[in-house]
Nanobody, 121 residues
Framework: VQLQASGGGLVQAGDSLRLSCTRSGRSTAWYIVGWFRQAPGKEREFVAAKSSNGNSIMYTDSVNGRFAVSRDNVNGAEYLQMNSLKPEDTAVYYC???????????????WGQGTQVTVSS
């Protein structure tokens, strides 16, 4: 499985961005797509995760109510809609895929390259 995240950019506080994660290769019927971010000098941080059947979704507290994960069931792309962005959301954002519904990065087997999100105040 190969993943590729895109959609990052430079925005102002309060703006919105939508990140996309496309995947290629075969995957199992059950999978979890996770979103993580890593700011300079900080550890990789969990942002959100969604199960393949859509029944399980979780967000880290700092983005709950502002970010939303979704999926295009036609093309299989995953999205992270980010609203009301704050300077502290600035980071490189990654999408990942695994079989565990977990916040732990080591629970994900496949990772895309990151996309930079910069939020200016």
């Amino acid at each position: 499985v190969q993943l590729q995240a895109s959609g990052g950019g430079l925005v102002q506080a309060g703006d919105s961005l939508r990140l996309s994660c496309t995947r290629s290769g075969r995957s199992t019927a059950w999978y979890i797509v996770g979103w993580f971010r890593q700011a300079p000098g900080k550890e990789r941080e969990f942002v959100a995760a969604k199960s393949s059947n859509g029944n399980s979704i979780m967000y880290t507290d700092s983005v709950n109510g502002r970010f939303a994960v979704s999926r295009d069931n036609v093309n299989g792309a995953e999205y992270l809609q980010m609203n009301s962005l704050k300077p502290e959301d600035t980071a490189v954002y990654y999408c990942a895929m695994g079989s565990l519904f977990t916040r732990a990065p080591n629970g994900y087997n496949y990772w895309g390259q990151g996309t930079q999100v910069t939020v200016s105040s």
